[in-house]
Antibody, heavy 117, light 109 residues
Framework: EVQLVESGGGLVQPGGSLRLSCAAS????????MSWVRQAPGKGLEWVSTISGSGVKTYYADSVKGRFTISRDNSKNTLYLQVSSLRAEDTALYHCATVVSNWFDMWGQGTLVTVSS | SYVLTQPPSVSVAPGETARITCGGNNIGSKSVHWYQQKPGQAPVLVIYYDGDRPSGIPERFSGSKSGNTATLTISRVEAGDEADYYC????????????FGGGTKLTVL
């Protein structure tokens, strides 16, 4: 059974940083590109970032470029998102998801990031 | 940047057919994918490549495209289909971008 379990969210002040993690199991992690997709409270889905299976290629939404860094450790079956220079508008539930072709196949339940002073 | 437009809400009686649209410029040249999200749950893929269903998704769910509009059709709607539905495309016109529509709240009356 595919499982994606996010962690690392929390309350952080504007300008602060966090590292989000996504522990994967039930599939060959290194064979899949992975993404982070976020959802602000009461709002829709917003793609944040994607990383190739090898970790060589990374892609970012304009809204987070230069502030967020996606990475992965295939030996640990774990995906990461380093979020920095956080703003109030980054407050959201952050989901990790497997990428198949150009859609999101399996999703985790998410980890909540709240940016507030 | 590329924009996908969905109606904020659609209402339908049980047993009827719900149609949720997703509009985008030249959407016919892109593959459209659809997700269902129930309250407090993660999104679930219900349609990929315009009209293909993942295993486990009922045949009542189907997808189509015509002109600048993609449509998710849910036949014989059940109370359990009440959810938010999102369309999504991959836009490679500039940098790689995965684009979501704003979402449609399906209410079963």
């Amino acid at each position: 059974e595919v499982q994606l379990v996010e962690s690392g969210g929390g309350l952080v002040q504007p300008g602060g940083s966090l590292r989000l993690s996504c522990a994967a199991s039930g599939f060959t992690f290194s064979s899949y590109a992975m993404s982070w997709v976020r959802q602000a409270p009461g709002k829709g889905l917003e793609w944040v970032s994607t990383i190739s299976g090898s970790g060589v290629k990374t892609y970012y939404a304009d809204s987070v470029k230069g502030r967020f860094t996606i990475s992965r450790d295939n030996s640990k079956n774990t995906l990461y998102l380093q979020v920095s220079s956080l703003r109030a508008e980054d407050t959201a539930l952050y989901h990790c998801a497997t990428v198949v072709s150009n859609w999101f196949d399996m999703w985790g339940q998410g980890t909540l990031v709240t940016v507030s002073s | 940047s590329y924009v996908l437009t969905q109606p904020p809400s659609v209402s339908v009686a049980p047993g009827e057919t719900a149609r949720i649209t997703c509009g985008g410029n030249n959407i016919g040249s892109k593959s459209v994918h659809w997700y269902q999200q129930k309250p407090g749950q993660a999104p679930v893929l219900v349609i990929y490549y315009d009209g293909d269903r993942p295993s486990g998704i009922p045949e009542r769910f189907s997808g189509s495209k015509s002109g600048n509009t993609a449509t998710l059709t849910i036949s014989r709607v059940e109370a359990g289909d009440e959810a938010d539905y999102y369309c999504q495309v991959w836009d490679n016109s500039s940098e790689h971008n995965w684009i979501f529509g704003g979402g449609t709240k399906l209410t079963v009356l």
